[in-house]
């Protein structure tokens, strides 16, 4: 270290040490003791240098987190070319200064309104482009230090609501502010949203038992035959863009309007004859359930086994365990007990509609069917042997209900355990997605 013929003597610090970063106390403290042997040799007359290098591009950790290869700022600064930094070398060679160090700056952003929690947190961290960041990185590792970070805590506070201690945000990443935002504002919009289209089940214009659904497949295919049971609201429109794209025979399943059923052991009941005019015991039952339809589907399926009928389920962002999860009927069922009549019941199903739904109006009809659903998912249990047909579960990335088990339970109604498979969007949107689409179609294929 201290041989006299040493024209240079160069160690290559970190920004980390010069700024400090939570999380990385034995990274900047490594820095730092080579940063004051460098100064002790200066001192003695030896040559000496320790550069502070920001992030360096093309290679390293920061690099391997670029996606495509394009610009990407973290912490206010952008990676450094490696020809830039072997230009500012030859500079830092002929100073006299023992540290120095050297960054590419970003430019300062501008932000007008509030946007959401992961966006405002990509801008405090200098993050253009949310695109460009691995979402599972920590965001100490994506340049967060001590004062972003209490920022970052103070913000989540003040304009979301949201408490966090300096000890969790050290493993925060992106993906965790999003599902957090989702837990605290998508919930309730996406409810809104189910109320709205619960609204709309009264009742369809065709309200026949079952209807032959137009997709992919022409009459003369010899394709699966498909049957589908939608949500609580009753209607197919929801999922005829998932229909329109599947390469089988479809057909369409209504429940009860005029008179419903009181459980969902008597709904399957009603369904199961309209379904037998359609297939024979030597094909294959395929049933594509969502959201409370998966409840229905689960007896149906128990019905056709029992028969002698093989099958597969698919089941789309439900379950007995996600439903009641969603819904709390407690306080109905208490103030149900003081009506003294059956206007009295149904007007007050209606004031549970939310305020903001004015599409259309709840007759005491609908009020009363859509009471009587939610109720016989409360009382359904597994009171029968568990399904022999295999099952696949597509669930939304943003979720309706939380705390769930990743199966929602449903594993308990299946001698295999049920498969899980993530769709993007919330309980709605899924329905339109692509990915959806594609995986439905080659279960069916593959069976």
């Known amino acids: 270290m201290t041989h006299p013929c040493f024209r240079y003597f160069v160690v290559f610090s970190s920004l980390s040490c010069g700024r400090g970063n939570p999380g990385q106390t034995n990274y900047g403290m490594a820095n730092s003791i080579m940063e004051r042997i460098c100064e002790r040799r200066k001192r003695d007359g030896f040559p000496a240098l320790a550069i502070q290098w920001g992030a360096i591009g093309e290679v390293g950790l920061v690099a391997k987190m670029q996606k495509e290869n394009k610009e990407l700022v973290i912490g206010g600064t952008l990676q450094q070319r490696i020809s830039s930094c072997f230009e500012v070398l030859d500079k830092f060679l002929n100073q006299k200064l023992t540290i120095v160090a050297s960054m590419v700056v970003a430019e300062k952003l501008n932000r007008n309104s509030k946007g959401s929690i992961a966006e405002t947190v990509a801008y405090i961290l200098g993050i253009k482009d949310l695109k460009l960041v691995n979402h599972e990185t920590p965001l100490v590792e994506l340049g967060m230090d001590s004062i972003t970070g209490t920022e970052i805590i103070q913000l989540l506070e003040k304009d979301y609501e949201i408490n966090m201690t300096p000890?969790?945000?050290?493993?925060?990443?992106?993906?965790?502010?999003i599902e957090l935002e989702a837990k605290k504002k998508g919930k309730a919009e996406i409810k809104n949203e189910v109320s709205n289209l619960e609204l709309k089940f009264l009742p369809e214009t065709n309200n026949l038992p079952i209807i032959k659904l137009s997709s992919r497949a022409s009459d003369s295919d010899e394709v699966?035959?498909?049957?589908?049971?939608?949500?609580?609201?009753?209607?197919?429109?929801?999922?005829?863009?998932?229909?329109?794209?599947?390469?089988?025979?479809?057909?369409?399943?209504?429940?009860?309007?005029?008179?419903?059923?009181?459980?969902?052991?008597?709904?399957?009941?009603?369904?199961?004859?309209h379904m037998e005019e359609k297939i024979s015991k030597d094909q294959t039952f395929h049933l594509i359930c969502y959201s409370f339809g998966v409840v229905v589907g689960l007896e149906v399926a128990y019905l056709l086994e029992g028969k002698g009928y093989k099958g597969n389920i698919v089941a789309i962002d439900g379950a007995p365990a996600f439903i009641r999860a969603?819904?709390?009927?407690?306080?109905?069922?208490?103030?149900?007990?003081?009506?003294?009549?059956?206007?009295?019941?149904?007007?007050?199903?209606?004031?549970?509609?939310?305020?903001?739904?004015?599409?259309?109006?709840?007759?005491?009809?609908?009020?009363?069917?859509?009471?009587?659903?939610?109720?016989?998912?409360?009382?359904?249990?597994?009171?029968?042997?568990?399904?022999?047909?295999?099952?696949?579960?597509?669930?939304?990335?943003?979720?309706?209900?939380?705390?769930?088990?990743?199966d929602y339970e449903l594993s308990e109604f299946f001698e295999q355990p049920v498969k899980v498979e993530t769709i993007e969007g919330d309980h709605l949107t899924l329905l339109n997605e692509t990915g959806l689409v594609e995986s439905v179609n080659k279960l069916l294929c593959s069976n």
């Open 224 to 273: 699966a035959t498909v049957f589908i049971l939608p949500g609580i609201e009753g209607v197919l429109t929801p999922l005829e863009s998932l229909v329109g794209n599947l390469n089988a025979h479809v057909f369409g399943l209504h429940y009860s309007y005029d008179s419903p059923e009181d459980s969902i052991e008597e709904m399957a009941k009603a369904i199961l004859p």
């Open 326 to 406: 969603s819904i709390n009927l407690d306080d109905v069922n208490e103030k149900m007990l003081k009506c003294e009549s059956y206007d009295e019941r149904a007007d007050l199903v209606k004031t549970f509609v939310p305020p903001n739904i004015t599409s259309k109006t709840l007759d005491k009809q609908g009020a009363l069917v859509l009471y009587k659903r939610y109720k016989s998912v409360l009382n359904y249990s597994l009171v029968h042997e568990k399904l022999k047909s295999p099952a696949r579960l597509f669930k939304a990335k943003i979720p309706l209900a939380v705390n769930m088990e990743d």
């Open 167 to 177: 000890t969790e945000m050290r493993s925060v990443t992106f993906r965790k502010l």
